[in-house]
């Protein structure tokens, strides 16, 4: 059976965090969150779906899964309408500011049903 990866997005009224888990074994593989002060310093402080801190923990959620679960790289799964219908419309932006951030950093993500 081959490893599936999942992209799920949790947003609060102040920070955004981003898990990626090995579906099968329901196994945490990276996350970033805006919690974090490396993240945090890099920008103003504000919504936690603000593009720019969004954009930040994608890039930091790429690199840690390149380096934690380099097999991942090959596809990672998420459903954006669910994630955005959980979040709110007003989250659209920051989740799809982390999944092309992602991307830009050479991690595939495939958007549709992230799981069965």
Do not use: Q
């Not at 799920?8 to 074994?25: L, Q």
């Not at 979040?87 to 069965?116: D, L, P």
Request: aromatic share 4%; hydrophobic share 40%.
């Amino acid at each position: 059976m081959s490893k599936k990866y999942v992209l799920r997005v949790f947003s609060s009224a102040k920070h955004m965090t981003a898990n990626v888990v090995e579906w099968n074994e329901r196994r945490l593989v990276a996350t970033a969150s805006t919690v974090e002060h490396s993240i945090s310093n890099a920008f103003e402080c504000g919504r936690s779906c603000d593009e720019k801190a969004a954009a930040s923990v994608g890039e930091v959620l790429a690199m840690r899964l390149k380096t934690e679960e380099p097999g991942a790289r090959c596809g990672v799964h998420i459903d954006v309408e669910r994630e955005i219908k959980k979040k709110g419309v007003e989250c659209e932006e920051g989740i799809w500011a982390v999944v092309n951030a992602m991307r830009n950093r050479g991690v595939k993500v495939v958007i549709g049903e992230a799981h069965n």
